[in-house]
């Protein structure tokens, strides 16, 4: 049999899609600078020291005073020019006073012209002999001595001033309130028009009172004519008090 011819590329599978090449993660910008940071802030050699030492070398030993401080070494006189003198003055500099003044004849006459000292006053309290003094202890009269013992201070005679006139202020406080609510005389005009007042509202409730029917049979009737009553007998009992009274006294309100 004859073969057939096959188109090129007829028999081939299909071309594979590539696998994405991996890729190493997040990296940051700021990676070297922290790694910097942290080998900058270890200590090498914290724990066991170094490795290696040098050993000293036997010329080099301790010597005696060499760790004491080393003073700087005294400047020379150069060119003829002398140093300044230091600030401090040395021990053996006496200062040179020069005064007028006789401090002998002057200490000599202020003992002969001063008052001598008094005896100070002691208290022996032992067979031994031990004393102390008198003045503070408290046994001598030091303080009755003096010319203002017994005198009041100035604090006390100005809070006494002060407490004296307080209470003379409340005291005449007191007194004007009294005042204030004191009860008034009436006059004989006021006391006579008083009355007549009071006689002319009797005569007038006393007229509404004859007025009234002679039947109550309603409650409205009974409450009027017990109104008029108490109005009445209250008039006539203040009649009565003000015409037995001739000085009628009225409180201020």
């Known amino acids: 049999m004859a073969t057939q011819s096959v188109p090129e590329g007829a028999c081939e599978p ?34 066991m020291g170094p490795a290696k030492v040098a050993v000293p070398c036997p010329n080099d030993f301790l010597q005696k005073r060499s760790k004491e401080p080393k003073l700087a070494p005294k400047k020379k006189e150069e060119d003829g020019k002398k140093l300044l003198p230091l600030s401090v003055p040395p021990r053996t500099y006496h200062p040179v006073t020069r005064t ?9 006459l202020a003992v002969m012209t001063g008052e001598p000292k008094k005896p100070r006053h002691f208290c022996v309290d032992t067979r031994q002999g031990d004393k102390y003094l008198l003045e503070p202890s408290g046994l001598f009269p030091k303080y009755i001595n003096k010319k203002n013992y017994g005198v009041l201070p100035k604090y006390v005679i100005q809070r006494n001033e002060e407490m004296k006139r307080e209470e003379e202020e409340y005291q005449a406080n007191v007194l004007e309130q009294l005042k204030k609510k004191a009860m008034k005389v009436l006059s004989e005009e006021e006391r006579t028009d008083i009355l007549k007042a ?30 008029l009553e108490l109005k009445l007998k209250q008039l006539e009992h203040d009649i009565a008090a003000i015409e037995k009274h001739k000085c009628v006294y009225i409180a201020n309100m």
Not at 19 to 42: C, F, I, M, Q, T
Not at 100 to 108: G, H, R, V
């Open 100 to 108: 007028k003044k006789n401090f002998i004849s002057k200490n000599a």
């Open 198 to 227: 009071l006689k002319k509202n009797w005569e007038e409730i006393n007229r509404a009172y004859q007025g009234l029917p002679i039947v109550t049979d309603t409650r409205y009737k009974q409450m009027h004519k017990e109104e």
């Open 14 to 47: 299909p071309p594979q899609p590539k696998p994405p090449a991996k890729s190493d993660g997040y990296l940051s910008k700021l990676r070297e600078l922290v790694k910097h940071e942290a080998d900058k802030n270890k200590s090498q050699c914290k724990t």
